[in-house]
């Protein structure tokens, strides 16, 4: 009998973590790593908890993931986001294992109209982005057939995101301000981990290689992510207080120090054209997500 194959996930206790290690534990054979068995930021510690393994499939979730931290601490920033995907690529080379690296539309500058394709340039504002970007280009330049995925606006039920800080929000303000100006693709982790099974173990066995956009379908703003999610909450008998969000801008946020895309809704064209998979859109996934994470009970305890 053919053995399943062996996954390895770094960062196996973040958000996106989490869902990949529930989903791919179905058919494979899974090893979860996260801190303190590995430390993105040390070399020697990748190496000590990589080597020793044998696995067919590695992929790496972990990041710096604050944003605005990464803008004041770059050197962090370069060694986890860019030089800790280099040398794991390098590694799986070594064992001759594939490797996913999960990448985000920070990447953009947010400038075009309309949805970003895989052939748009990346050109990005931030520190996280740049340092996402030159991970990205180190784990493709070690082996063409490594995979890339940008995902965006990440949410899911293992760890809270935007749907349970707004609608804490909604639940203890009457009024609520959310950017207008920001518009991108919202994307629930259980959705990324199952669309990117059939990426990474084909129709013939063979893993796709490159780089691939994968979101929910659609896109929307800042502000009306928001009021979806306090819609929602308030149909599910979340204690809402707030009615219409009001616009602002993203500038007006002044805890936001690091630039962000105006526009970065990613475009799904190459992924449905390569798996024949269209991804649901965003607000179906959203209130799939309200209706079985379990957001409510934790949101009335935190309100
Ligand atoms: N969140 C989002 O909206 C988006 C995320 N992405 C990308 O998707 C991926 C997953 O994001 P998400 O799940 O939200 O991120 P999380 O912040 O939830 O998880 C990231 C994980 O990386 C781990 N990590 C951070 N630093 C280190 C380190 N030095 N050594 C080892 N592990 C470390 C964290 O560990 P610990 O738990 O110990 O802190 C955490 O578990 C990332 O690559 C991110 O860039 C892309 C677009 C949108
Ligand atoms: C919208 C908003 C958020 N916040 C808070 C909520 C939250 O704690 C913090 C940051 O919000 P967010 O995480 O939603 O925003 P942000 O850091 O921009 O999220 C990004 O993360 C990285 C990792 C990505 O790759 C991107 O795709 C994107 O999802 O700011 C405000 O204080 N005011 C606001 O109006």
Redesign the pocket.
């Known amino acids: 009998m053919k053995r399943p194959p062996r996954v390895v996930i770094v960062g196996a206790a973040g958000r996106l973590g989490q869902a990949l290690e529930s989903r791919f534990s179905r058919e494979n054979t899974v090893t979860g790593l996260a801190r303190p068995l590995i430390d993105l930021s040390c070399a020697q510690s990748i190496r000590d908890a990589l080597e020793p393994l044998d696995f067919d499939h590695l992929i790496l979730p972990a990041a710096m993931?604050a944003?605005?931290l990464c803008e004041t601490h770059e050197d962090q920033a370069y060694a986890i986001n860019a030089y800790a995907p280099r040398l794991i690529a390098e590694i799986c080379g070594s064992k001759k294992a594939h490797m996913t690296h999960v990448s985000?539309?920070?990447v953009f500058d947010g400038k075009k109209a309309g949805f970003y394709t895989e052939a748009d340039k990346p050109r990005p504002v931030s520190v996280?982005g740049a340092s996402k970007l030159e991970g990205e280009e180190h784990v493709l330049a070690t082996s063409p057939h490594n995979l890339v995925v940008r995902i965006?606006?990440?949410y899911g039920p293992g760890k809270p995101?935007?749907p349970e800080?707004i609608t804490g929000q909604a639940c203890a303000e009457a009024e609520l301000?959310?950017?207008a100006d920001k518009t991108?693709s919202p994307t629930c982790s259980v959705d990324t981990a199952e669309l990117l099974e059939p990426l990474i173990f084909g129709s013939e066995g063979a893993p796709a290689g490159g780089l691939f956009h994968l979101c929910n379908s659609g896109s929307c703003t800042?502000q009306e992510w928001?009021q979806a999610c306090i819609d929602l909450a308030r149909e599910a008998g979340a204690p809402i207080r707030a009615g219409r969000i009001a616009a602002n801008a993203l500038a007006d946020?002044a805890?936001?120090t690091a630039k962000?895309p105006p526009n970065?809704a990613m475009s799904n064209a190459k992924y449905v054209s390569y798996t024949g998979i269209t991804p649901r859109s965003w607000e179906e996934a959203l209130a799939a997500h309200f209706a079985t994470s379990g957001f409510l009970g934790k949101s009335l305890i935190a309100a």
Request: glycine share 8%.
């Open positions: 993931t944003v605005d985000t539309d920070f996280y965006s606006w990440l995101a935007f800080w301000w959310l950017p991108g800042w928001g946020i805890a936001m962000r970065s």
